[in-house]
């Protein structure tokens, strides 16, 4: 028996009401004083950074296993190197760059339906999060429990993957394989616009 219709609308609907009112990406969480939750707010204080990782969702349950969890669990691991980099200042150029081409290319690959094998998509999802990272990192030195804003921030990320996998899992749906590559292309386009912000 086919899913119902409205099941992939669930998602879809999460993400309109945690949606930023502000497309201007890492701001300090406000919400409350507890670090924790100061975490569990970040990750949707950027539109691009919640683009990013829907995509990656989205491309991992578009490719199927193991993709359909090893992108999502790559992610945050390299996102991890690229924070500890940002905290112990280190240089990287051009973040903002690389963080708003990671959310054009992440949706061009969903636009393009493109398969890639492993040894392609988990190394270009990588080095995108590592940018993700490196640009939440060089917030952290300053914040009196670092570690509790780590814990949120990680399961805030986790739980965007999953609405990013529940996503691509449209394409059980007739013509589903179509509304993904239009999502893809929705992601894409906006990625162009917050490129041409920075």
Sequence with gaps: MPPAPSRPAAPLFLL?????L????????TIGSS????????PISGLDHVLAMLAVGMWGARLGMPAIWLLPVTFPLMMTLGGIAGMLGLPLPSVELGI???VVMLGG???????????????????FAVFHGYAHGVEMPGL??????????????????IA???I???TRLPHGHTLLRLGGGLISAAGVYLLAQT
């Design 35 to 42: 670090a924790l939750l100061n975490g569990l707010s970040h």
């Design 16 to 20: 309109l009401v945690t949606l930023p």
């Design 164 to 166: 990013g996998i529940t």
């Design 100 to 102: 708003g081409l990671s």
């Design 144 to 161: 009196s429990d670092p570690l509790a804003y780590s814990l949120g921030f990680v399961v805030a990320t986790g739980l965007i993957h």
């Design 109 to 127: 690959v969903i636009l393009a339906g493109l398969r890639a094998p492993l040894w392609i998509s988990m190394p270009l999802v990588g080095i």
């Design 22 to 29: 502000s497309v201007a990406a890492h701001q300090q969480g």
């Design 168 to 170: 691509g899992l449209v």
